[in-house]
């Protein structure tokens, strides 16, 4: 939980700050439902588990659902420990606040996280951000170039470096039909060009979210490799050695299921969140779907 100090009083101490931020109507040990915050100079907010403080003045500048809760309008919830209490995401409540204060507030170059701050500005009924959002959207979607880029892995330093360094999922195909010392099963080289395939694939549904690279230069005939917050999560070996009756062959297998499994499974790293922020929508949104589906719905356009 973060707390944001947007504006305190001079130098009148923590004991006058909880003072001025209870409402007339608040008390200790109580939770009350009010209306209005006449008489509170300063307003502390729980937005969804992140704390905020500020003035009733900077959330009176504009016509919003934030003026018609300091001015009685609109019903507000204080919590026993005196936190008017909304219940929204605190993730850009932030920027929400800066941009009463400021009259515009920097966006994000991510269009998932404009989307979001919107829907937040359509929530509180500030117009001016949503016509900001509005704005900026219109602008990436006009200037979008779509851009898939997989880089190919060139030494084990580079490797390291581009994991250690990435702030996404990476998903690492190592191909080399080459580096084989005995014959193919019949099988194995359809098998290793649908590896291939469903490589670029995924790298195309997946753009933007999770980082795909290629090596052809490892000791591994055809090998997946899932890295999140810059360390191995998961490893798909496609190949193994099996007897035949007078020799050895090497045989590539395609375990296209496991293999979609494990990409969605390294979701769950995207923006750092780690194992325990896990977004149930997100992953809500690609259990449906199957690497049959995959392929549907890019033949589909």
Not at 93 to 106: C, E, H, I, K, W
Not at 192 to 216: S, T
Not at 283 to 290: E, M, P, R
Request: proline share 4%.
């Amino acid at each position: 939980m973060s707390a944001e100090a947007s504006c305190c009083p001079g130098q009148g101490g923590g004991a006058a700050l909880a003072s001025d931020l209870l409402p007339a109507s608040a008390g200790p040990g109580r939770e009350e439902k009010g209306t209005g915050l006449a008489g509170s100079k300063y307003v502390k907010l729980n937005v969804g588990g992140s704390l905020h403080y500020t003035t009733v003045q900077t959330l009176s500048k504009s016509d919003s659902l934030l003026r018609s809760m300091c001015t009685g309008h609109t019903e507000v919830t204080i919590d026993s420990e005196g936190w008017l209490v909304l219940d929204r995401s605190g993730r850009h409540f932030g920027s929400v606040l800066n941009f009463l204060r400021d009259g515009a507030v920097p966006l994000p170059d991510c269009p998932r996280e404009l989307e979001e701050i919107l829907s937040e500005a359509r929530y509180y009924r500030l117009q001016g951000l949503v016509s900001h959002c509005l704005t900026a959207l219109q602008k990436r979607a006009e200037g979008y170039e779509a851009v898939c880029r997989i880089p190919m892995i060139t030494s084990p330093k580079e490797e390291q470096r581009m994991i250690a360094s990435c702030k996404k999922p990476v998903v690492k195909l190592q191909h080399n039909r080459g580096n084989n010392k005995y014959s193919y099963t019949s099988n194995s080289d359809d098998n290793l060009l649908k590896n291939i395939e469903l490589f670029d694939k995924l790298g195309l549904r997946f753009n933007g979210r999770v980082l795909f690279a290629r090596d052809v230069l490892g000791d591994e005939i055809c090998c997946w490799s899932f890295y999140g917050e810059g360390r191995k999560i998961a490893e798909v070996c496609c190949t193994s050695i099996v007897y035949a009756t007078e020799k050895k062959q090497t045989k590539v297998e395609f375990p296209e299921a496991r293999i979609f499994e494990e990409t969605l499974n390294i979701l769950i790293y995207e923006s750092g969140r780690g194992p325990g922020g896990v977004s149930s929508a997100m992953l809500d949104s690609g259990a449906g779907s199957s690497p049959g589906g995959l392929q549907s719905e890019e033949e589909g356009g």
